[in-house]
């Protein structure tokens, strides 16, 4: 919560971000809005009017180019009341600047920063600007939602349950481990996290022998089951390049972010699935 000292702490104005994001489509560039609760304390004017202006930049995300936007009150300035009043904050992206936001989270929460300035407009006893800062942290799955509005892309989210079977619970730990590799830039070793998850995939499904059995089988012949096999096993057979630098082969693969993406959403679905097999 940002707090906002005016005069000799006659009075102040705490402002907080709120878990809400919205978008509102444009033409290559789109209005972000903000929501954020006020509150004032102390020897304070009611309705005293106070203009709130700002900028808005990414937080604790690994890329020095972290400005966004300016930030503005698009209905006016803000009244000072008794009680905790909301304030709506926007500001302007573009879909290019969507689009390396979402590079940069890989996933995670969406961590911004609003640097906020506040301006008495009247009733001014002491100096009448104060500044400072609030962080914005906006769930996954709250910021994927907001950018459906647009348009801009899609996205499945994946719950993988943790089970009392010890090979499972291992296999969604490596799962939360390659998304953070993803977010640090090792994507060989996010894909051969994925590898390792599906590791208990392979066991319960019996992957290994209904895979033999199907290669022997007409491809339109293959059972269901076999064709999960064929599926599983191939990812296995992809993902195990990464921990292997096999002469002439696996040596010269690389791994592009949308690769380790790839891998990890594979798994990740594969191991969920399990919950549902007898």
Known sequence: MADFQFGTRDYSVDVQAQHHVN???GWDVHRLALLFEVTARGDYTGDAPF???GSLSTHDMPNPASYIGVLHAPTGPLGLKPFTTQLVLETAVTDRQLRGLEK?????????RADLTLTALADVKNWPVARGQEIIRIPHATWSNALTQLDAGAFVDVLIPMTSVEARATAARRIREAKTAIRDGRYEQAVTFARAALDPV?????????HDQAVRTRAA????EERWAMLIQSAYALFSGAPHDDSGTTENFTWTRAD????????????ARLEDLP
């Open 51 to 53: 203009l709130v202006s």
């Open 23 to 25: 978008f509102t489509q």
């Open 260 to 271: 380790a993406i790839a891998a990890v959403a594979t798994a990740a679905c594969l191991l």
């Open 221 to 224: 012949d293959r059972s269901q």
């Open 104 to 112: 940069l989270r890989a996933g995670a929460d969406m961590c911004l």
């Open 202 to 210: 392979r066991e319960a499904c019996n992957t290994r022998q209904l």
